[in-house]
């Protein structure tokens, strides 16, 4: 094995620890989307309706599969995210989806695309875009123009999402868990960070939780508890765009040829109570552009409860260093066009999150002996839109249908098994680019043209593609 592996450590003290072991089928590295569409699927058709093993454990034989998910995360659905997204693949998953009583969930009612254009004359705004500025503005007595925004008479198709959901994805998750636990074909385990990879030969054969009890210098102290290494057939990584077992498949495999990860844009948000005395209905998407900068792009969705989640996103090509990212969310949120209606709200958490712009140049080895990948580490992400959860979800959902055809088959998780498995008959065709936002766009809307270059840009226009990188690795 190699250093990150093996059953033992060396700590700082020089001295060896013992480890336990324990040995299961699947084990899985973080639960967000992915990770949620791959047990629910998983965890439906690995047990018979009476409870007896549908599919059978080669790590405990006689009893049911052996599925384990570790999250870092102190809860389930820990994190600040509200999204909006069509909920294709989630409502392929869940039939009950729209029925189901998920928290803080609503229907989109209301969507509008709202151009910002700049009340305090700080943005750094082209000459050509100042010039349409000041028109829009003399002409605001025929246009749809208050507050300093102009309402767009229509939403571009990649951004419709008329007939989708809003979504809390803490609550979501938290919703999701419950109901995969509840069928007890898994087990999730949050508040349990995944330390390393256990690695031999190249081949993943699961990985080693996180010692508990340790120096800022990682040498064992009171209550010192090694981590345990956990044995699977098979390892399922969704961390995340740049989770840490991630980032350790990718020093150890490498990318494949021709492909890197350098676009990454900072996404900054909060979640208000709005104030009483509010219009937004649930179900309302805004998207905007033009300020604080042509480049940035914000949004607010309005939850059930008078609720909402808003933000914005800097992109990969956004090349100030003038202001941070929370200082741009600030600037963003007084505009006068939203501001009417966050006056007087109360806010209840925050957070900022990567997002990942490479396209398809930027996917990873996607799967490998012993290990797969899904969701956004996986280079599920939209790039046209910045969205992900529904394709994420499907990743998982692919990836799941794969893992139970090579197991009732017998088949090992091996590159060439899994390369070859992985690609279920329905697929869903969700918008993926596999151009990345590269570079800074000149002319009136440097934002629209960014959205152009990912459409459009290196390896051509993919819109109408398969979801699933899964399918990038089906050998023909």
């Known amino acids: 094995m190699d250093d990150n592996s093996g059953t033992s450590a060396q700590p700082a003290s020089g001295a060896e620890v013992e480890r336990q072991r324990m040995d299961v089928d699947i084990v899985c590295v973080g639960f967000g989307p992915a990770m949620g569409g791959f047990l629910t699927t998983l965890s439906k058709q690995i047990l018979q309706p009476d409870g007896t093993p ?29 999204v909006v997204t069509r909920a294709r693949a989630l409502r392929a998953g869940i039939p009950a989806f729209e029925t189901a009583g998920i928290p803080m969930a609503a229907p989109v009612s209301k969507e509008k695309v709202v151009y910002l254009l700049d009340p305090i004359g700080a943005s750094r705004r082209s000459m050509a875009l100042r010039a349409a500025d000041k028109l829009i503005r003399a002409s ?33 998750m938290q919703w999701v868990g419950t109901q995969v636990q509840g069928t007890g074909a898994a087990q999730i385990w949050p508040g349990t960070p995944v330390a390393s990879l256990l690695i031999d030969d190249d081949t993943v054969a699961g990985v080693r939780l996180l010692d508990q009890g340790v120096d800022k ?46 676009d990454w ?48 996103f800097v992109p990969s090509w956004f090349d100030s260093p003038m202001r941070t990212a929370y200082r741009y969310l600030q600037h963003w949120m007084l505009h006068p066009y939203l501001h ?8 209840r958490s925050w957070g900022a999150k990567t997002l990942g712009e490479s396209g398809r140049r930027g996917e990873p080895h996607l799967a490998g002996n012993g290990y797969a990948r899904i969701g956004e580490g996986s280079g599920s992400t939209n790039v046209l839109t910045g969205s992900g959860v529904d394709e994420a979800w499907a990743t998982g959902v692919q990836l799941a249908e794969g893992v139970l055809e090579l197991l009732r088959t017998k088949k090992t998780f091996f590159q060439r098994e899994l390369g070859t498995s992985i690609c279920p008959a329905q697929a869903f065709e969700l918008g993926r680019s596999r151009g990345p936002r590269r570079g800074k766009v000149p002319g009136r809307f440097p934002s629209w043209g960014g959205l152009r270059n990912a459409r459009h840009g290196p390896g051509r226009s993919n819109r109408r593609t398969r979801i699933g990188p899964w399918r990038a690795i089906v050998s023909p």
């Open 54 to 82: 549908a599919i059978e454990s080669s790590a405990l034989p006689g009893m049911p599969l052996q599925v384990l998910c570790y999250e870092r995360a102190d809860d389930l659905g820990f994190g600040v995210s509200g």
């Open 265 to 312: 844009a900072v996404g900054m948000k909060f979640v208000v109570d709005l104030p009483a005395d509010t219009s937004l209905q649930p179900g309302t998407v805004l998207h905007t552009f033009g300020f604080p900068e042509p480049e940035i792009f914000g949004f607010l969705y309005v939850h059930p409860d008078r609720i909402a989640s808003l933000g914005i």
């Open 217 to 262: 210098q990682g040498r064992p102290a009171e209550g010192f508890m090694p981590g345990m290494d956990i044995h699977a057939a098979l390892t399922v990584v969704a961390d995340g765009p740049v989770g840490h077992i991630g980032r350790q498949l990718d020093t150890h495999f490498g990318l494949p040829d021709g492909h890197s990860r350098r």
């Open 140 to 172: 605001r007595w025929v246009l749809p123009f208050e507050h300093g925004g102009l309402e767009l008479p229509w939403t571009p198709g990649f951004l419709r999402k008329q007939g989708g959901w809003v979504l809390s994805m803490g609550q979501f």
């Open 340 to 347: 009417r209606y966050l006056r007087g709200g109360r806010l």
